[in-house]
């Protein structure tokens, strides 16, 4: 199975999460897309969120990423 990354900015985090707390915020996204059906494991890397996913998954993953306003 070939997997895919997704980054995402702490700095381009809309205004409804909590910069501050970049552990929390990957919790709520990784909650998220597996309430969607998406398995990805999110993690805060320094400067940026890392969302790990089965490439078969980008296409429902980018969708749901839209709706909370990440993407």
């Known amino acids: 199975m070939s997997t895919s990354t997704i980054r995402i900015d702490h ?3 809309p205004d409804q999460f909590d910069r501050s707390r970049p ?3 990957a919790e ?3 909650t998220a897309l597996r309430e969607d059906g998406i398995r990805a494991e999110v993690s805060d890397v320094i400067s940026h969120l890392k969302i790990e996913l089965p490439t078969a998954q980008l296409a429902a993953a980018s969708a749901s990423l839209v ?3 990440l993407i």
Do not use: K, R, T
Request: no cysteine.
């Open 28 to 30: 709520v996204i990784e």
């Open 11 to 13: 700095a381009a985090l």
């Open 23 to 25: 552990d929390a915020v």
């Open 67 to 69: 709706g909370m306003g």
